[in-house]
């Protein structure tokens, strides 16, 4: 059964950092894109972070680029993370991972298979 599960959020002050994780379960990342993407409340997804299946290439959202850095573990390949930092309050918001069959790129559109989120929540 496919299966990404993300892990990491919570509640974190302004100029903080955080790390989230996602780990993929009946299925290898070897084959597809990874993605970060987050909706906050009464807004659409957006603000994706990208990685491609070679883990060559990435990409990112104007809205945290600089501040966000997505990595494949190197001994659990399966497993991608959003490490966080200068936060601000508007970071607020569900984050999700998801996972694409093109193998780089961040359209959201192309990302077919989503987690079920973590909440990150900005504030002093």
């Known amino acids: 059964q496919l299966q990404l599960v993300e892990s990491g959020g919570g509640l974190v002050q302004p100029g903080g950092s955080l790390r989230l994780s996602c780990a993929a379960s009946?299925?290898?990342?070897?084959?597809?894109?990874i993605g970060w993407f987050r909706q906050a409340p009464g807004k659409g997804r957006e603000g994706g972070s990208c990685?491609?299946?070679?883990?060559?290439?990435?990409?990112y959202a104007d809205s945290v680029k600089g501040r966000f850095t997505i990595s494949r573990d190197n001994n659990a390949k399966n497993t991608v993370y959003l490490q966080m930092g200068s936060l601000k309050p508007e970071d607020t918001a569900i984050y999700y991972c998801?996972?694409?069959?093109?193998?780089?790129?961040?359209?959201?559109?192309?990302?077919?298979?989503w987690g079920q989120g973590t909440q990150v929540t900005v504030s002093s």
């Open positions: 990685l491609s299946n070679s883990g060559s290439s990435t990409n």
């Open positions: 998801a996972v694409s069959p093109v193998q780089a790129g961040c359209i959201m559109e192309e990302y077919y298979y």
């Open positions: 009946g299925f290898t990342l070897d084959n597809y894109a």
